[in-house]
C-alpha cells in the first residue's frame, strides 16, 4: 500500500463529525485564540490545574469548566481512579502525569472529577463478568477496594443512592490515595498543593464541589448535593 493510497483511505475513514468540528475550530475559536497558542507553544504550558477525570463522554473537563488551551492538564481513565503509588516497576500512566504535573508543571490544585451514571463504577457494583479475558476494567476497579473491605448496598439504601455514594467514594479513594505519592504529601501539608473533589450531575449540568471539613459534596452555585 503507497503512503498516498494510505493516506487517502485514513481521510475516507476518518470521522466526518470530527473534519467538521475542527473546521469550526479553525474558523470560530482559533482566530481568537491564535496569539494564545503561539505564546503556549514558544513559552510551554504552565497549567495550575490539573483535573482527574473519567473517560465518560458526558464529562469533559474542558467543557465543563469552560477552559481555554493551556489551562488545565486532564488525566482521564475510568471512574476518575488514582491508583495508590507503587513503584514497582510496572506502567503507571496516572503516576507518570501525577509525576510530571508536580516535579515540572508545579500544578497548584488538583480536582478529581466524579460523576453521575458512571459506567465504571456501574460495572464495580454489578460485577460485571469480564468483557475481555484481561479483564481490564475489573482489575483496574479492583484498585477501589482496600483488603478486607466491603462494598454493598445497605439497608433501606436504593440502588440510585448506592450507587451515587459510590461514585463519591470513588473520589474520596482517589484524594487518599494522592496522599500515597511521597512528591504530593509534602507540598500538601506545606500548602503549597491543594486537592480538590468535585462531582458533576450529567442531566441537569450541575456540579458539585467537596467541602474537605464536612465531607459533604456542595453545589457549585449554593445548594447543598443529596
Ligand atoms: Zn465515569
Not at 507553544?41 to 477525570?53: A, T
Not at 488525566?75 to 504535573?101: F, M, T
Not at 439504601?157 to 479513594?173: G, L, P, V, W
Amino acid at each position: 500500500m503507497s503512503a498516498a493510497y494510505g493516506y487517502g483511505i485514513a481521510m475516507i475513514s476518518f470521522p466526518q463529525r470530527l473534519l467538521e468540528g475542527y473546521q469550526a475550530f479553525t474558523t470560530q475559536r482559533l482566530p481568537t485564540e491564535q496569539s494564545r497558542y503561539r505564546e503556549l507553544s514558544e513559552r510551554g504550558q504552565s497549567p495550575e490545574v490539573m483535573v482527574i477525570g473519567c473517560c465518560d463522554s458526558r464529562v469533559s473537563p474542558e467543557v465543563i469548566f469552560d477552559a481555554g488551551p493551556g489551562e488545565l492538564f486532564v488525566v482521564r481513565n475510568v471512574a476518575n481512579l488514582v491508583p495508590v503509588y507503587q513503584p514497582d516497576g510496572g506502567a503507571h500512566g496516572v503516576s507518570a502525569a501525577l509525576e510530571y504535573a508536580i516535579n515540572v508543571l508545579r500544578i497548584k490544585h488538583i480536582v478529581v472529577l466524579g460523576h453521575a451514571q458512571c459506567g465504571g463504577i456501574r460495572a464495580f457494583i454489578d460485577k460485571i463478568e469480564p468483557l475481555s479475558p484481561g479483564d481490564f476494567i475489573g482489575r483496574w476497579m479492583a484498585m477501589f477496594i482496600k483488603p478486607g473491605e466491603v462494598v454493598e448496598q445497605r439497608d433501606r439504601e436504593s440502588m440510585q443512592d448506592f450507587t451515587i455514594r459510590i461514585e463519591k467514594a470513588a473520589i474520596f479513594r482517589s484524594l487518599e490515595n494522592l496522599l500515597t505519592f511521597p512528591f504530593v504529601r509534602p507540598l500538601v501539608e506545606a500548602g503549597t498543593l491543594n486537592l480538590h473533589g468535585a462531582y458533576f450531575g450529567v442531566a441537569e449540568g450541575s456540579l458539585f464541589v467537596l467541602d474537605q471539613a464536612t465531607k459533604d459534596f456542595r453545589s457549585a452555585t449554593g445548594s447543598r448535593a443529596g
